[in-house]
């Protein structure tokens, strides 16, 4: 998937979200869902890399389940930055919407990728 259509794509999963878990994720607007899924995507390419880089061991003892973690702690920093417009009630919230992020995005990016096999 292309940056822009995830962008959309993920602004969208937010509103949707927040219409599904009214009492414990809100999302203000359109425009601030826009605004979260751009300060998610630019967290997810500066600092997502070097906290899985430390939390690496963790990971690997995990089999893979501490990353669920890291993009609850993602979507946890989006809050603080974007403010009162988009909110978690509790961490398991953060950790609920980031595992049903985590499967739409890889929903959208397995249907939009073309797979080219060679014999």
Do not use: C
Not at 19 to 45: D, K
Not at 49 to 71: A, Q
Not at 81 to 86: A, D, L, Y
Request: aromatic letters at 16%; charged letters at 10%.
């Amino acid at each position: 998937m292309k940056f822009w259509q995830r962008i959309i794509v993920n602004a969208l999963a937010f509103l949707a979200l927040s219409g599904f878990f009214r009492t414990s994720f809100y999302v203000e607007s359109v425009w601030i869902a826009l605004g979260a899924s751009l300060v998610l995507a630019l967290l997810n390419m500066t600092v997502k890399p070097i906290l899985f880089l430390l939390s690496l061991p963790i990971t690997i003892l995990s089999l893979g389940f501490f990353s669920i973690v890291i993009n609850a702690a993602m979507l946890s920093l989006t809050s603080a930055i974007v403010g009162s417009g988009f909110y978690f009630s509790s961490f398991w919230m953060t950790m609920l919407v980031a595992l049903i992020l985590s499967m739409i995005n890889t929903f959208f990016n397995n249907r939009t990728t073309v797979k080219i096999y060679r014999d």
